[in-house]
C-alpha cells in the first residue's frame, strides 16, 4: 500500500519583491525515487531548502506525518540531505565529518565504515578534507546524507563533479537503498542519469510545478522516429514533407513517425522514386525532449 512520506502543500516563497515559488504542491510516497526537473533558475534547490528548514517559507510541509515548520522541525531528523555544496571543514578528515555526522548508537564506528566502503571513500578518508576534489568532496557530502540510513533523502545534483565510474556506483548506491524502503528526492541536470533512476517525476518551471508524472508515462508518450541514411537525403526529404511528414533532423534524416506517417508508408514513397535506402534504425525520443517539449509548451 502506497504511504506519502513527503507532503509539500502551498509552498510559497519570495526573495524579496521577486515571488520565487508559486503554490508549489507535490507529494512523495514512500520508497520511491522521485525526480525534481527544471531549468536554472526554476526553483527546485529553493523548493528542497524549504523542505529541509534552511530557509523561512509559506506553506505547509510534513514528513512521515509529522508537521515540519521553520521553527518546529523535528520531523528533520528523519532526512538526509546534499543541497548545494557540501558544508565541509577544511582541516577534518573525511572519517572525522562521518563520525560527527553518525546518530549515537552502539554500532556507529561499524556504520561510518560500511558507508566508506558503499562510496569506495577508503584511499582518502582519513586524510584532511582541505585536499579532496570537487569529487571527493561530494562524494563525502553524500556519504554524511547517508550514514543515518534516513527514511528520506534530498539530493540537490549529487551527481555533480562525479567522473562517470563514480556516478555509476552513485546511481547503484541509491537503487540498493531505494530497494531497502528509502525514499529519495532527487534533482539533476543530467537528465540521462535521471531517467536511469527517478520512478515519479515532478516538473517545476518558473517556481511552479507543470507537471506530475511518472517516468513510464511521460516516456510512454514520447515521440517515435526512424532515422534513414539513403543515396539522396535531400529528395527524400522534399518528398516525405510534401506529403505531411515532420523530419525532426536532416543529416541523417530523422522522420517523425505517428499512426498514419509510418515506416511502410516512407519506404513505399521513397521506393517508387527510385531512392536507395541504406540504413533503417527506430529511435525513441529520451527525458530530455519530452521534458524540453513540456517546457516549451
Ligand atoms: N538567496 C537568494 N536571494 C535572492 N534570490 C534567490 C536566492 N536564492 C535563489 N534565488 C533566486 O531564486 C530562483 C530559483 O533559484 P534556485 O536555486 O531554486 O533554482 P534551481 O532550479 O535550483 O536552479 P539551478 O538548476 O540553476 O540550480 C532564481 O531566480 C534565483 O536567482
Redesign the pocket.
Known amino acids: 500500500m502506497e504511504e506519502t512520506i513527503l507532503t509539500v502543500k502551498n509552498l510559497n516563497k519570495t526573495?524579496?519583491k521577486?515571488q520565487?515559488l508559486h503554490d508549489v504542491s507535490f507529494e512523495c510516497q514512500r520508497g520511491r525515487i522521485v525526480g525534481l526537473i527544471?531549468?536554472?533558475?526554476?526553483?527546485?534547490?529553493?523548493?528542497m531548502k524549504a523542505i529541509l528548514s534552511l530557509i523561512k517559507s509559506d506553506g505547509q510541509i510534513k514528513i512521515a506525518g509529522q508537521t515540519s515548520s521553520f521553527n518546529s522541525h523535528q520531523a528533520l531528523q528523519k532526512v538526509g540531505a546534499l543541497v548545494e555544496y557540501p558544508g565541509i571543514y577544511p582541516y577534518l578528515s573525511g572519517r572525522d565529518h562521518l563520525r560527527l555526522f553518525v546518530a549515537d548508537t552502539s554500532n556507529q564506528k561499524e556504520r561510518v565504515q560500511e558507508i566508506i566502503d558503499e562510496l569506495k571513500l577508503n584511499e582518502y578518508v582519513d586524510q584532511k578534507a582541505k585536499l579532496y576534489s570537487l569529487g571527493m568532496k561530494q562524494k563525502l557530502g553524500i556519504a554524511m546524507a547517508l550514514v543515518n540510513q534516513p527514511e528520506l533523502v534530498i539530493l540537490?545534483?549529487p551527481m555533480n563533479g562525479l567522473d562517470p565510474q563514480a556516478t555509476k556506483d552513485l546511481r547503484e548506491l541509491i537503487l540498493n537503498y531505494k530497494n531497502q524502503g528509502m525514499t529519495v528526492l532527487i534533482?539533476s541536470?543530467i537528465l540521462g542519469e535521471l531517467q536511469k533512476l527517478a520512478e515519479d517525476l515532478i516538473v517545476?518551471d518558473h517556481?511552479r510545478v507543470i507537471k506530475k508524472t511518472t517516468m513510464t508515462q511521460l516516456l510512454a508518450n514520447n515521440q517515435h522516429f526512424v532515422v534513414l541514411k539513403t543515396n539522396d537525403n535531400q529528395k527524400a526529404r522534399e518528398l516525405l514533407e510534401i506529403v505531411g511528414f515532420e523530419i525532426s533532423a536532416t543529416s541523417p534524416l530523422r522522420i517523425v513517425l505517428t499512426e498514419e506517417n509510418t515506416v511502410e508508408r516512407i519506404m513505399s514513397i521513397l521506393m517508387k522514386q527510385q531512392i536507395t535506402i541504406n540504413d533503417v534504425q527506430h529511435e525513441d525520443a529520451d527525458l530530455e525532449e519530452s521534458i524540453l517539449k513540456l517546457i516549451a509548451d
Not at 38 to 47: D, M, P, Q, V, Y
Open positions: 526573495f524579496g521577486k520565487i527544471g531549468a536554472n533558475g526554476a526553483g527546485k534547490t529553493t523548493i540537490d545534483e534533482s541536470h517545476i517556481g
